[in-house]
């Protein structure tokens, strides 16, 4: 009897230390699992700038990475004979809408970029009462998902033969409806998914009326 008692005494006091030494550590004891979550992923949304030797012009494309925009040095392809109704800047734009739907490539990948533009995305005619500089695409801007809007946006923005200079993009689709005008801010470039789907509407701007003859 004398040796139960003292079994148990042991094994309370044994107890009694290994709940302190818990307490000591900050360890609280649980008897139910804890979900903590993924491991949370390693992008580095870094990778070298592209070198000479591909024939294009050098441009930075807007990528998805982290849930972020982060702009990608690249050189983009122009097409060998661009169509005589198509400006220089309406080229380059084409040429940008191709680099954002293609698929990155394997080191972009591995650093975590991804593109929500889709495939057959490029440029349609503008309208004589179009304000200087719209672009307009073969499908309307607010029905782009909105990441792919804002890659498009802030692409385009960010090349000088497309954009005059800092300040929204005119952008507009194949239909006649007027075009509508995009900022690339840093909102737009920290929630790509946020971007608004109409842009403030961009009224053509009249032609002066001519000066009546004497």
Same mark, same amino acid.
């Given at each position: 009897?004398?040796?139960?008692?003292?079994? #148990?005494?042991?094994?309370? @006091? =044994?107890?009694?230390? *290994?709940?302190?030494?818990?307490?000591?550590?900050?360890?609280? &004891?649980? %008897?139910?699992?804890?979900?903590?979550?993924?491991?949370?992923?390693?992008?580095?949304?870094d990778i070298p700038a592209q070198q000479g030797g591909a024939q294009g012009f050098r441009a930075?494309?807007?990528?998805?990475?982290?849930?972020?925009?982060?702009?990608?040095?690249?050189?983009?392809?122009?097409?060998?004979e661009k169509k005589p109704a198509k400006t220089a800047a309406q080229a380059a734009a084409e040429?940008?809408?191709?680099?954002?739907?293609?698929?990155?490539?394997?080191?972009?990948?591995? #650093?975590?970029?991804?593109? @929500? =533009?889709?495939?057959? *995305?490029?440029?349609?005619?503008?309208?004589?009462?179009?304000? &200087?500089? %719209?672009?307009?695409?073969?499908?309307?801007?607010?029905?782009?998902?909105?990441?792919?809007?804002?890659?498009?946006?802030?692409?385009?923005?960010?090349?000088?033969?497309?954009?005059?200079?800092?300040?929204?993009?005119?952008?507009?689709?194949?239909?006649?409806?007027?075009?509508?005008?995009?900022?690339?801010?840093d909102a737009v470039r920290a929630r790509p998914e946020s971007v608004p789907t109409l842009g403030?509407?961009?009224?053509?701007?009249?032609?002066?009326?001519?000066?009546?003859?004497?």
């Amino acid at each position: 009897m004398a040796t139960r008692r003292s079994r #148990a005494a042991a094994a309370a @006091a =044994v107890a009694g230390v *290994l709940a302190s030494l818990s307490a000591g550590c900050g360890i609280r &004891a649980t %008897t139910v699992p804890v979900d903590v979550g993924p491991a949370p992923s390693r992008v580095t949304c870094d990778i070298p700038a592209q070198q000479g030797g591909a024939q294009g012009f050098r441009a930075t494309v807007e990528l998805v990475c982290g849930s972020q925009l982060v702009g990608v040095e690249r050189i983009v392809p122009m097409a060998a004979e661009k169509k005589p109704a198509k400006t220089a800047a309406q080229a380059a734009a084409e040429a940008l809408l191709a680099a954002l739907e293609r698929e990155p490539g394997h080191d972009e990948r591995e #650093a975590g970029f991804t593109t @929500a =533009v889709p495939d057959g *995305l490029t440029t349609a005619p503008v309208r004589p009462a179009d304000p &200087a500089g %719209t672009v307009r695409l073969s499908r309307k801007p607010e029905d782009l998902p909105p990441v792919a809007l804002a890659q498009v946006v802030c692409t385009l923005a960010g090349n000088e033969t497309v954009s005059a200079g800092p300040g929204p993009v005119v952008l507009g689709g194949p239909d006649s409806d007027p075009p509508r005008a995009w900022e690339c801010t840093d909102a737009v470039r920290a929630r790509p998914e946020s971007v608004p789907t109409l842009g403030e509407l961009v009224r053509p701007v009249p032609s002066p009326a001519p000066s009546p003859t004497g």
